[in-house]
């Protein structure tokens, strides 16, 4: 059997998706998350999961914040991108932080079957145009593709830091968050900063930042398929 979780914070779409997935595939099981922190919840109970479908603009993901912090606790675990935005740049970023497809919410049932024969034989998914829209694009300066190989670096407990870092939280309290000890999250962040190339706790956050994208207005967002 496969298992497929759709994680997209509008209950409609999740629905409909839903119901197009098991139509497309029979022998599927889909599991249905609201947030990233539920679509995090999940994966760490259900270790046998296929195939993450993750919207790109819920409101806890903070943009490829939440492929990143997926991709670096489930790394087996494929995740593509499903979202009204299909502008380029958001692709090319996306693919370059180890996105396995990118999967356009217009998307027809064709391109929707195509886009899961796709990613689970393996493979990478984009649509013909959306493939040909990236190949147009101008040569990139290569940061995404260096930021994503050093945050591809740290271990999961590694990149949880980093997340409480970004969010200012002082050593005690990700100490507290994470249920160990101070000592030890200085160890974790002496090895992060080694990893990422940076100098402090600031640039630490600042990287992980970068990869935060401009908000959709709900009417993009909330697109059906």
Do not use: C, W
């Not at 409909?16 to 994966?43: I, N, P, W, Y």
């Not at 050093?150 to 002082?170: C, D």
């Not at 990422?196 to 059906?224: E, I, W, Y």
């Amino acid at each position: 059997m496969i298992h497929i979780l759709i994680a997209d914070d509008h209950p409609l779409f999740r629905a409909a998706l839903a119901q197009a997935v098991k139509a497309l595939e029979a022998d599927t099981e889909v599991l249905e998350a609201g947030s990233l922190a539920s679509a995090q919840a999940v994966l760490d109970a259900r270790p046998g999961i296929d195939l993450v479908l993750l919207d790109l603009h819920m409101p806890d993901s903070h943009g490829l914040m939440g492929l990143a912090t997926l991709r670096a606790a489930h790394p087996a675990v494929a995740v593509a991108m499903i979202s009204a935005d299909d502008e380029p740049e958001t692709v090319r970023r996306a693919m370059a932080y180890g996105a396995a497809g990118y999967i356009p919410k217009r998307s027809d049932g064709d391109q929707l079957h195509a886009a899961l024969r796709t990613l689970l034989d393996g493979g990478e998914y984009l649509p013909d145009d959306l493939a040909d829209r990236l190949g147009a694009l101008p040569a990139s300066d290569d940061d995404d593709d260096r930021t994503a190989a050093r945050l591809a670096q740290l271990t999961p407990q590694q990149f949880k830091v980093l997340t409480l870092v970004a969010e200012g939280r002082l050593n005690k309290q990700i100490a507290d968050v994470l249920g160990i000890s101070e000592r030890t999250v200085k160890a974790h962040l002496s090895a992060l900063f080694e990893k990422l190339d940076v100098r402090n706790r600031t640039q630490a956050g600042v990287l992980l930042k970068s990869l935060q994208l401009r908000d959709l207005v709900p009417a993009q967002r909330d697109a059906p398929a």
